[in-house]
């Protein structure tokens, strides 16, 4: 596991300079950002011992940050063990506005789009569910659903979200396998816990989800991930089409390949575009700790 560093909550700009006074400095905010900043891939919850040591407050006053938070609805707290929720991706989205992630998804949708001419969708797991963030249609009626971006639907029964399932670490996809999860949509969604858990391993070492007529009859969807510059699965595209114009083998074969190329391209621009951000905010700002 990687070394988690200390945070250093008296950051300034390169040479010792702060371009604000001080008494317009609002350090409570400060920490409060820093609290947040402890959360990663490899220290998913924290518990108020962490935080003091990390940030360098007192035990009082982390446990007031992390208390605050907790009701706010951005951590959630079991047992004096603090973990992040959905809400905290509010904070992202104005990140993501500004470099507009859609303007680097939709053109690979619509590649999709226009060479199999069915519909194509982006999307996040947010808990138990997926998100459409993004989606390129097709001119014809695919799903009786109506989907637009925004929706969310149960990940168990959808391609989408089965797939980012796969990709999660044990612990977080132990926490979500219970019978909420699994509940039926329609005849054939699987809600057995042990059969499910062996679909998503078997999802995990092809590399993509097929699900038919679980999450809408006569539907049949496949769906691959797309991962960030770290290789972590960060999002998923998809392709549907009713079942009576394809079955699994020939949306296996014509369909897969295409969304296989596309997942890979927008992997590639994350990756690329994050790396120039990533350097953009170490010119501009030049922080260095200490």
Partial sequence: MARTAKVATNRKPAGGASKIKPADFVSALARGIEVLRLFSEHQPQVTTSEVAEHTGLSRAAARRFLLTLTELGYLSNHQESFRPLPKMLELGYSYLSTWNFREIVQPYLEEVVQELAENCSFAVLDGPDVVYLSRAEARRIVQSITISVGTRVPAAVSALGRVLLAHLPPE???????????????????????????????????????????????????????????????????????????????????????????????????????????????????????
């Fill in 172 to 290: 977080e996809l132990d926490r979500l396998l219970n019978p909420d999860l699994l509940k039926p949509v329609t005849p054939r969604t699987i809600t057995d816990p042990l059969l499910f858990s062996q679909r998503l391993a078997k999802v995990r070492e092809q590399g993509y989800a097929i699900v038919e007529g679980e999450f809408e009859e006569g539907l049949i969807s496949v769906a691959v991930p797309v991962f960030d510059a770290d290789g972590n699965a960060v999002a998923a595209i998809n392709v549907g089409t009713p079942m009576t114009r394809a079955n699994a083998e020939q949306v296996l074969e014509q369909f897969l390949p295409t969304i296989q190329r596309a997942a890979q391209n927008i992997s590639r621009a994350f990756a690329i575009r994050s790396r120039n951000i990533n350097d953009e905010l170490v010119v501009r700002l030049g922080f260095q700790d200490g």
